[in-house]
């Protein structure tokens, strides 16, 4: 089968290449999927991903976990699926992605596809899906009437947290860039703050009880600023940019899990109009490079995409 691999640690981006891989085959308790969209994260070649499962090291890598597609076969054990359905669903980071014609997944990490959606959007939600909701309500906690502020709040995780949080019953502060506003808008977005516009954290100072933050550096750094004492500060990058300056705060960080609940009731949400997963732009798997670079280079809200 054709798939997007790197065979170099140190190589990142430039060391993406298309190529004829072994045909992928499903295991005990695991699903073989005819990959028809991928959803990819630009700097997903920069995680701690060079370990398998079993604890040794890999020789070669496809990326792109995030996937939506038909059961193309089932291995031993599993129950659930049967060939033909419609899934979606994130596989473990530490087995291939789906940036590949076909794709194993064990079986607990896949759910029924939305209804309402075609295959590219659906493959934008599982990593934004399942992040965004452990943020706002396994860790953050969020309940009606609460305020909560979302950095990033036009990117992949950052547009799906603000529409959980709006169906929620919270009040949204969004921040991100000026070209996002009329985007976060839509998605539920109360008050926005374009931070390369002249708007600065401060201007909402205090105001929140929870903080989740996509986007790291001094956005996170700068953050404390914005909550009640006992508020929670919540981040998906890097611990060592959390404030200092506040003991009265919660701050939490955390790698999101598949988790096939979650997943299904991420579908339920979506099916009641209640969430819309944001497309950033679809390549053909050939051209994973120029989507990788060009997710990475900035400025294209939502979820990019790899078609086989």
């Known amino acids: 089968m054709k798939a997007i691999r790197t065979h170099d640690s140190s190589a990142g981006i430039a060391g ?12 005990l308790c695991e699903v073989l999927i005819k990959v028809v969209a991928c959803g990819i994260t630009h700097n997903e070649l920069d995680w701690p991903i060079w370990t398998c499962r079993a604890g040794h090291r890999r020789e070669a890598i496809i990326p792109g976990n995030e996937v939506s597609g038909v059961v193309a076969a089932v291995g031993f054990g599993t129950a659930g699926f049967a060939i033909g359905d419609e899934v979606y669903g994130l596989n473990d980071q530490l087995r291939d992605g789906a940036a590949a014609e076909f794709v194993a997944i064990e079986a607990r990490n896949l759910a029924r596809k939305p209804v309402s959606l075609d295959h590219i959007h659906a493959a934008a939600v599982p990593r934004a899906g399942l992040t965004a909701w452990k943020a706002l309500f396994d860790h ?3 309940e009606k009437g609460q305020t909560v502020v979302i950095h990033g709040a036009g990117g992949a995780v950052g547009s799906v947290a603000a529409q959980l949080a709006h169906w929620a019953g919270a009040e949204v502060i969004g921040t991100g860039r000026e070209h996002s506003r ?8 109360d008050r926005y ?9 401060e201007d909402v100072a205090g105001q929140a009880d929870l903080v989740v933050d996509t986007v790291g550096g001094e956005v996170l750094t700068g953050s404390s600023v914005l909550l009640r004492p006992g508020g929670i500060l ?15 705060i919660a701050k939490i960080v955390f790698v999101q899990l598949p988790n096939r609940d979650q997943l299904a009731e991420l579908a339920r949400l979506i099916d009641e109009g209640v969430l819309k997963p944001q497309v950033g ?7 994973a490079t120029a989507a990788f670079t060009t997710k990475a280079a900035g400025g294209v809200p939502g979820r990019m995409i790899l078609q086989p």
């Open 16 to 27: 993406l290449v298309y190529e004829d891989v072994p045909d992928a085959k499903a295991g």
């Open 281 to 287: 732009a679809v390549y053909p798997l050939a051209e």
């Open 234 to 248: 919540i981040t998906i990058k890097a611990a060592s940019e959390f404030p200092t300056d506040r003991d009265d």
């Open 140 to 142: 953050g906690k969020l």
């Open 182 to 189: 009329e985007l976060a808008a839509g998605l539920g977005v």
């Open 193 to 201: 703050l374009a931070l390369d516009n002249g708007e600065k954290l």
